[in-house]
């Protein structure tokens, strides 16, 4: 269990609201990480953070936005949503080393997001 | 052409078969590969990792071959609880993950 919950766990919004998901980590982790799941693509990344404050782009960024003002919290946030953003989002957390180099990441439970 | 590249299945098995599934990635500077499983409305959780030529878990034996850029997954022995999407992962650095999109297993009594 790596200690990492979302919130809400599913949600349904009309086109042109904004929506923020919730990602928490208990574990002390540095990385954490957005991606989106959707049928006929692997897991794409949205954005991800090195550290509060610290955020870099994903593959798929455009039309969110990341924040992260403490170490356990990393939110998504959707500026305006859209009928295209309706998916299966997942948080994870990584467990990387520089030393090693290596990557190991664990991923949330998801929060499904409709958009109408 | 995707760099992570899966048969998506489904691949069909009576329990107790052995079964196993590759996976050919493009980008010959990844670094590591994993395999993580997913069951239906769930999230992925890591399988096994495959750091340089293979790993084993039980019944569970992943290989890579760097020379022909695949990793393969065997499974001795399906289990019931064996019936998920397995999807294969490789690692290109900094912190990239690519994600392949996933063989469906159907384990059957």
């Known amino acids: 269990d790596a200690g990492i919950t979302q919130s809400p766990r599913h949600k349904v919004t009309e086109t042109g609201t904004p929506v923020t998901l919730r990602c928490h980590q208990t574990?002390?982790?540095?990385?954490m990480y957005w991606y989106r799941q959707d049928p006929g693509h692997g897991l794409r990344l949205i954005h991800y953070?090195?550290?509060?404050?610290?955020?870099d782009k994903g593959e798929v960024s455009d039309g969110y936005s990341v924040s992260r003002s403490k170490t356990e919290d990393f939110l998504l946030t959707l500026e305006s949503a859209t009928s295209s953003q309706t998916s299966v989002y997942f948080c994870?957390?990584?467990?990387?080393?520089?030393?090693?180099?290596?990557?190991?990441?664990?991923f949330g439970p998801g929060t499904r997001l409709l958009v109408l | 052409r995707k760099e992570v590249e899966q048969d998506p299945g489904p691949f069909n098995v009576p329990e107790g078969a052995t079964v196993a599934f590759n996976c050919t990635y493009s980008?010959?500077?990844?670094?590591?590969f994993f395999w993580y499983r997913q069951d239906c409305r769930k999230e992925p959780k890591l399988l096994m990792s495959v750091y340089s030529s293979g790993n084993e878990d039980g019944r569970f034996t992943a290989q890579l071959n760097r020379a022909s850029q695949y990793i393969s997954l065997l499974i001795r022995d399906s289990k019931l609880s064996d019936s998920a999407t397995y999807l294969c992962?490789?690692?290109?650095?900094?912190?990239?993950?690519?994600f392949g999109t996933g063989t469906r297993l159907l384990v059957s009594p």
């Open positions: 953070s090195y550290g509060v404050k610290d955020t």
């Open positions: 574990e002390n982790h540095r990385y």
């Open positions: 994870a957390i990584s467990e990387s080393s520089y030393a090693s180099d290596q990557e190991t990441q664990y």
């Open positions: 992962v490789a690692y290109t650095g900094f912190q990239k993950l690519v």
């Open positions: 980008n010959s500077a990844s670094q590591s």
